[in-house]
């Protein structure tokens, strides 16, 4: 057998130019977090933790006013539990991640070191140096989701960038995303290429990053007669995509305009001859 050519850290490197830190996401839903502190910014770390899905262990001797607020409130999609109590190592057992807001840097040496001993993740706030990972600025269209870090160097300039992300980024583009997600499945088992799936993704997300209407005459017309949203083809979900108005019946199935354009005008199927003039993409769904 022949040995391996090394490769020369010329070549090794030439496809991507060095990372400060690497961009990674964490999966915290029903897993446990631990926070250190009773701050504003321990809150809203707890908080933002919460929020992902974790259930928030806060170790705080002497919570501050929002952390009692954010504890007798709960959290988003996880949980929160206040222990008034000083944090030890023993707290650390079966935990995700730990965020801490170190009152002195002799207390986050120690944190830093109980946390290196029991191999978990932590995060020091606004103490770097002892950070094995970074929040940074986070644009939240969930699903989607976009980080945005300066390793910590630069946060106003993290700040400035989201801005202007949340600037271009269409307000409805978290319903598109979990559209998307529900649609996988019916695209991959309804398209036998992996060029008509592409086809179908670029459309769909062309439409889902556009804000523009269509003027003039009807463009195109369609008729639904599905019973159910798992009924429904995919030139029918296309065309509810794309749709300018949607004329409903009575019955309309449960969960077929959850596939609709949001920005669509709906209007009862009876109103179709006086309201469809100069609609654009015109779809028709029959109870």
């Known amino acids: 057998m022949r040995p391996l050519r090394r490769l020369s850290s010329r070549t090794a490197t030439c496809r991507i130019e060095a ?11 029903g897993r446990r977090a631990v926070l250190i502190g009773g701050s504003v910014a321990a809150s809203w770390k707890a908080e933002l933790l919460a929020a ?3 259930h928030v262990d806060i170790y705080a001797e002497r919570p501050g006013g929002e952390m009692l607020n954010l504890a007798s409130n709960g959290g988003l999609a996880g949980s929160v ?11 650390f057992a079966g935990a995700a991640v730990i ?44 699903p989607l989701v976009i980080g945005i870090s300066t390793s910590g160097s630069v946060p106003v300039l993290a700040q400035e ?10 307000p409805k583009l978290a319903r598109w995303a979990r559209i998307a997600g ?11 290429t992996a060029r008509e799936r592409r086809r179908f993704w670029e ?41 300018d108005v949607i004329h409903v019946g009575d019955c309309c199935p449960t969960g077929i305009l959850d596939f609709a354009r949001r920005e669509a005008r709906r209007i009862n199927f009876a109103g ?13 769904i029959r109870g």
């Open 52 to 54: 992902a899905g974790a």
């Open 203 to 243: 459309n769909f997300v062309a439409r889902a990053m556009s804000s523009k209407s269509h003027g003039g005459a009807p463009e195109r017309m369609t008729v639904i007669t599905a019973p159910t949203p798992e009924d429904l083809t995919l030139r029918e979900i296309r065309a509810l995509q794309v749709a």
């Open 99 to 142: 965020v801490a807001d170190a009152a002195t840097r002799a207390e986050a040496v120690e944190i830093h070191t109980a946390a290196g001993t029991a191999g978990i993740p932590l995060n020091v706030i606004d103490q770097p140096e002892f950070c094995g990972f970074q929040f940074g600025a986070i644009v939240n269209r969930s």
């Open 182 to 192: 529900r649609l996988r499945r019916i695209v991959s088992r309804r398209m036998a």
């Open 19 to 29: 990372l400060s830190v690497l961009p990674v996401f964490f999966d915290l839903k």
């Open 272 to 284: 179709y001859e006086a309201n469809s003039e100069g609609a654009g993409n015109v779809v028709i």
């Open 161 to 170: 960038v989201r801005s202007r992300i949340e600037s271009i980024l269409p």
């Open 81 to 91: 539990r206040l222990v008034p109590m000083r944090w030890n190592a023993d707290a």
